[in-house]
């Protein structure tokens, strides 16, 4: 047991209470918090200006494409999307142990303490299965063309069954459907099976692009090239409506959703399910920016995340909120600051189902400390956090110190 004290602890809790000269008692799991707390227990006194505050959840990477620097195309999503594909085999085999480590050193100095990856192919289950961060590790399927769907649904089963061998507490094996353009209702259907039999949390693409919006609509758009050329496909596979109804009574965290309309909109909140908010990628692939005031109005939870390096210049979150402060113009700074905080603490927590992502009894005691000179008014502290944090000093995951 340990007790930990710091000028500030934002606790993240239902009333965002922000507690001066604040103390946290823990070991595995959050034990006290307050102000004055039992003196007979080892103190560690986080010093002057410390901040202390629940560690960071980064809901959506992949890792496997952490070589990518200059390679890819941004811009525009389809020729994005060519790029991947011309230089998907060199990127996965350029990301060797090296790579990983320098991808989730990254994310720990940014104060990550668990992440939501994307695997395609399992490249990355062998460095993943042994990190100090939690990881939910989406095994991907992939695959419209009914020709090929099965050996691609056996692929998908291999690789989720080799990442559950390694599962534990902070190794939570789980799918992910591409996307609604990518993958047959078949093989999505038997995939979903699973997820609601192993009660998995499942994760997904939709609605990032405009070409995603013409072709599940109208089998128009840059789509229509893009899969005549590749896959000599005439049609979408699935409506949307269609493909959001797949996931009834799975716990679904939905990638992008820029251009998803009122009713998909209403959909996904009355299956209680989630959003992550991609910005950098967005921008660079120049898809546009999600509503989060209309996803929030709509009672859905949203997180903000990296994406991959394959999308994004940087896997540090602060940056990542940083840069969706400067980018949703029409919100309040000081109100957007602190949603944005709590988009990467407690919503991501409650998103991945990890029982993180705030400070309060029974919580995992994943936490992080750096220091920030006093704020007049304490209320600014989230607003200055994003400002100027970009590293931080301490992290403890499940109670113990973890080497940064
Ligand atoms: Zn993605």
Not at 8 to 33: A, S
Not at 141 to 151: E, K, L, Q
Not at 361 to 368: E, T, W
């Amino acid at each position: 047991m340990i007790k930990l004290k710091a000028n500030y602890v934002l606790t993240m809790n239902e009333k965002n209470e922000i507690i001066e000269n604040g103390e946290v008692i823990f070991d595995k799991k959050i034990i006290k918090v307050g102000k004055n707390l039992e003196k007979n227990i080892k103190t560690i006194d986080l010093g002057k200006n410390s901040v202390l505050m629940p560690g960071l959840i980064n809901t959506h990477t992949h890792l496997e494409f952490s070589a990518n620097q200059t390679t890819l195309i941004y811009g525009d999503f389809i020729s994005w999307l060519n790029s991947v594909i011309a230089k998907r085999e060199n990127l996965l085999n350029d990301c060797r142990s090296h790579c990983y480590q320098k991808a989730i050193n990254q994310m720990k100095k940014s104060g990550v303490v668990a992440f939501g990856e994307i695997s395609s192919t399992g490249l990355d289950l062998e460095q993943l299965k042994k990190t100090e961060l939690k990881v939910v590790y989406f095994n991907e399927i992939i695959g419209s063309n009914p020709a090929a769907i099965d050996a691609l649904y056996q692929d998908f089963l291999n690789r989720l069954n080799e990442s559950e061998k390694y599962k534990s507490e902070k190794f939570i094996p789980s799918i992910s459907i591409h996307s609604p353009y990518s993958v047959h209702p078949l093989i999505i259907k038997k995939a979903l099976d699973i997820a609601r039999k192993k009660n998995m949390i499942v994760s997904a693409h939709f609605m990032e692009s405009q070409a995603e919006r013409e072709w599940l609509d109208n089998n128009k758009g840059d789509f229509k090239i893009f899969f005549k050329q590749n896959l000599n496909q005439e049609k979408a596979v699935t409506s949307t409506i269609e493909f959001l109804s797949q996931f009834e009574q799975v716990k679904t965290h939905f990638i992008h959703g820029v251009w998803a309309n009122e009713k998909e909109l209403q959909k996904i909140s009355s299956m209680n399910a989630s959003i992550a908010h991609c910005p950098v990628s967005n921008r660079l692939l120049n898809t546009g920016l999600l509503d989060i005031e209309r996803v929030k109005n709509l009672q859905i939870p949203y997180s903000v995340a990296t994406d991959g390096l394959s999308s994004n210049y940087s896997l540090n979150l602060f940056k990542e909120i940083r840069t969706s402060l400067f980018m949703h113009t029409g919100l309040h700074p000081k109100y957007l600051a602190k949603d944005l905080i709590k988009s990467v603490t407690k919503n991501a927590g409650d998103i991945l189902n990890l029982n993180n992502g705030s400070i309060e009894v029974g919580k995992f005691a994943d936490l992080i400390s750096f220091k920030l000179s006093k704020c007049l008014n304490i209320e600014d502290l989230y607003l200055q956090i994003i400002l100027h944090i970009n590293e931080i000093e301490k992290m403890w995951i499940n109670g113990k110190k973890i080497e940064i």
